[in-house]
Every structure is written in C-alpha cells, then in structure tokens.
C-alpha cells in the first residue's frame, strides 16, 4: 500500500556504538549506544520510531496532515515538520509562545519545510490535552489529524515497540536504558522487552509514572521497569557547567548527546554506575533519542558557544 510504504521511508537504520570511556572501564560497565538513524537528523532518535503510525494514520484515513503541539525550540515539531515535508503533507503547529521568531534556528526550519506555524501562549497551551480544547482546534482543521505534543500517544509507544534495543553486538544486554520526558519512548520499550528497563526523567513532572502507565499493554503488567528522578537537575531544559562538561567529555569520547535529554539522562545512568547502582559486570544498553538540532537554539539564545556547538553536534574534534 502507498502509505505504508512512504512512511517506512521514516524507518531506518539501527547503528550500535560501545562506549570506551575510563569510568566505564573503571567500574566494568559495559555501555551500548543504540542510534536509530534517518536520512534526515531531524526525524533520527525516537522520532522515525514515534512518528510511524501516527503518519501512516493520515493515509489511511485519507487526510492531508497534521496539527500538533510544541515548544519553540521542540525536537518534535522539527521532527514533524521534516517528515511531512518528505511525505508530501501538511502540517499545522502550535507553538508555546506569545509571539514567532523565525529566527529562531528550529522555527525557521519547520517553516522552510512548509509547517504553518501559529501561536498559543502559556495559559492556552496548558489546554493542549484537553478533549474539548482539541476537538475545536479539529473543526478549524477537519483535513488535518491531530498529534499530540511530543508524539507521545498509543501509537507513538507501537512503533518505539519496534526497536529491537536489548540485543547488543555483543549479546543480550541486562538493563535497557532511555531519557523519559512525555512516557511514550520508555513504554514503547516496556512494551518490547522483558529486560529490566530504566527511564531517565529530564522533567520535573510528578505524573510521568501515570502517563507511562497508561501506555502499557496488558502483557507489560509484569515487566520491570523503574523511572528514575533523580537528575532532573533544575527542570526540563535547564542545565548547568557539570553537565555541560559531561556533554563535552562524551563528544571527546565520539558519543554527541545535547544537554537537554540524551546528555542528561547519560549523565544520570554515569552517576548511578560511580554510585555502585550499577552492578559490575553489567552490559547496558542506551537508546539515542536525538535531539541534536536542539544544539543550535542553545546556541542561539547564549546558553552554548559557538564552540560548543561544533563540538557537541561532532562537526569538530575536541
Ligand atoms: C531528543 C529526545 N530524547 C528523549 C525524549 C523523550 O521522549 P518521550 O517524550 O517519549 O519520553 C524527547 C522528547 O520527545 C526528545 O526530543
């Protein structure tokens, strides 16, 4: 069928890296990187695997695109942008914020892939899963489906499901591992695996459990999995000098991770393996979200140097 097989232009390939770091040696760690990558860096990480079902949904019910919800520098809406324009769709956001700056390196992209861009400011936004709120957002867009922020939904989680994460090079790892910021990238892997699995939260957001939960199927009752809160830091994007020191330490070490979700949550799994948290012996496996678009609006606002940006993005060697 068309549809199916123009979204599976989204689905790529799965890339394993080991990381050779002496924290890793030092505590006898063994740590697989697990990248799902795109033609296109936007739609790499968890956003091919998220964005699958929910594209080919569109088709099937013959619509002509999307609306979603997101930040003004969201991975998501430049995840959706990118993959609609390659799919020959139509996409509506909502962007978090009073006003657009195009220049804002992830807006201006989303808008030179044809994504209408409008905005909701704070008290609006908050409404975004709201049913009410959505079913009128529906009527001004009846051609248009709509995708919830960060793709997180039912079918997001089926197609994270996909991605075979335990089986490493080297054989079956004992702990799956990924940043957790919606729940719909961690459930998906729930779903998938009877390994033991371990979210990283990069939010400070006491439902997370909750919306994971929701997104379990009846067969992943049983399945062990723990989310971890402890490395939230200040919140959701914020970061400070250490762990932008442990970003530069990985890209040193060939691993590019952004502050905001895979540096973060890396920077947690290292401090629970120096924490004895993590037996020795251990082979982990740690799935790449992406996110490395996300570089350039910290470079943007002043958060990141111009050198840092090369560096974390491997457009230089450090
Ligand atoms: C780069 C990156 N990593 C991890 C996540 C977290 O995934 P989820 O929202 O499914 O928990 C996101 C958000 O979508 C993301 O953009």
Redesign the pocket.
């Known amino acids: 069928m068309l549809y199916s097989s123009e979204v599976q232009l989204l689905t790529t390939k799965t890339h394993w890296q080991q990381l050779s770091h002496p924290v890793l040696a030092r505590y006898q760690v063994q740590l697989w990187i697990c990248s799902v990558d795109t033609a296109i860096p936007q739609v790499s990480?968890?956003?091919c695997l998220?964005l699958k079902y929910a594209l080919a949904d569109v088709f099937q019910q013959q619509k002509a695109g999307v609306f979603t919800f997101g930040g003004a520098f969201?991975?998501?809406l430049s995840?959706v942008a990118a993959s609609c324009k390659l799919l020959g769709l139509q996409s509506v956001a909502y962007v978090r914020s009073d006003s657009l700056d195009l220049n804002n390196p992830t807006l201006a992209f989303c808008a030179a892939q044809g994504m209408q861009l409008k905005t909701l400011d704070r008290s609006r936004y908050r409404q975004r899963h709201d049913a009410h709120f959505i079913r009128q957002l529906q009527q001004q867009h009846p051609q248009l489906l709509s995708l919830p922020?960060?793709?997180?939904s039912a079918e997001?989680?089926r197609g994270?499901a996909e991605l075979e994460l335990a089986m490493t090079p080297e054989g079956a790892a004992d702990l799956l591992v990924?940043?957790?910021?919606?729940?719909?990238?961690?459930?998906?892997i729930i779903n998938r695996h009877t390994t033991p699995v371990l979210?990283i939260a990069?939010?400070k957001d006491r439902t997370?459990p909750e919306k994971?939960k929701q997104l379990l199927l009846p067969q992943s009752s049983t399945r062990l999995w723990q989310l971890s809160t402890d490395y939230t830091g200040a919140g959701y994007a914020r970061f400070d000098d250490g762990l932008l020191q442990f970003c530069r330490d990985m890209a040193r070490h060939q691993l590019y991770v952004?502050p905001?979700?895979?540096g973060k949550?890396l920077a947690g799994l290292f401090s629970m393996i120096t924490s004895g948290q993590i037996a020795a012996g251990s082979r982990v496996s740690f799935?790449?979200?992406?996110?490395?678009q996300?570089l350039q609006g910290l470079h943007y606002r002043g958060l990141i140097t111009a050198t840092d940006l090369a560096l974390l993005s491997g457009s230089t060697a450090g």
Do not use: D, P, Q, W
Request: with cysteine.
């Open positions: 990480g968890n956003k998220k969201s991975n998501h995840a922020e960060g793709g997180t997001g989680a994270v990924c940043a957790s910021a919606s729940g719909g990238t961690l459930a998906g979210g990069v939010v997370l994971i952004e905001i979700y895979t949550a799935l790449h979200t992406g996110g490395l996300g």
